[in-house]
C-alpha cells in the first residue's frame, strides 16, 4: 500500500496473470476496514458473532456474496508456486507482440511510464485497429485465433445512461478501434508471430 492509495483490488478471474477461476482480494490501509470487509464480502453477516452460536440474525448494512471458497483458494497458493514461469512467460510472449507489430507499424497499447506506474506483466495485448476492427476479427477468427472486445465502457452501458455527462470524441475513437488478443501461458512463441501475420495481412 502507498500514500496516496486507500484500497487495492486484484482479480483472479479466469484468464488474469493469477488466476482461481474467478473472485480477487481487496487489500485496505486501515485496519479500521477489516472487519467491516469481512462482513459486506458476506450479505453484511458479522461471521464472528454467528459462529458465537447465539447470533441475533440481524443484517445492519447491505453486503453482498464476495467470500473466496476454500477451492479457489487451494488454486490460487498452488499457482504462487508457478508465479515466476507465469511472469517469464506471459512477458516473453508481450515482447514479441511488441517487436512483431513495430514491424508493420500496428500500435500496441501500452500503460504509462510515468514513474508511479511500476513494472508490471501483462495480462492482455491490446492493439488499435484503426478502424478495421471487425475485418481482423474476421480474419482471426478464420485462422482459429480468438479476440474480443472485451467491454464497453461503462458511460455506453444502458443501466448507466442517466449518468452521462456528455460526449467523448477521443474515448470513442478509441472505444470502437481497440482489440484485445490472446495472450496466456499455453501460448507458444511461434503461436504470438502467427496472430501478428494475421493481423498485420489485414492492417497493411
Known sequence: MTDYVDYVIYSFQAIKTLTTGDGGMLLVKCSSDVEKA??????GIDRTEKQKGTWEN?????????????????IGLAALDELDQIFSTRNSIAEIYREEFAKTGVKVFE???????????????TIDTRGKRVEVMEKLRENAIE??????????YSVFGNHNRGEFPNM???????LVLPLHTKMQPKDAVLVTKVVSKVMK
Open 38 to 43: 469481512k462482513r459486506i464480502r458476506w450479505f
Open 147 to 156: 479476440s474480443a472486445q472485451v467491454h464497453y465502457r461503462n458511460d455506453r
Open 172 to 178: 470513442n475513437t478509441l472505444e470502437d478501434d481497440y
Open 111 to 125: 500503460f504509462s511510464d510515468h514513474p508511479r506506474v511500476l513494472k508490471f506483466t501483462p495480462w492482455m495485448i
Open 58 to 74: 440481524d443484517i445492519k448494512e447491505l453486503g453482498f456474496k464476495y467470500q473466496m471458497t476454500d477451492i479457489a483458494a487451494a
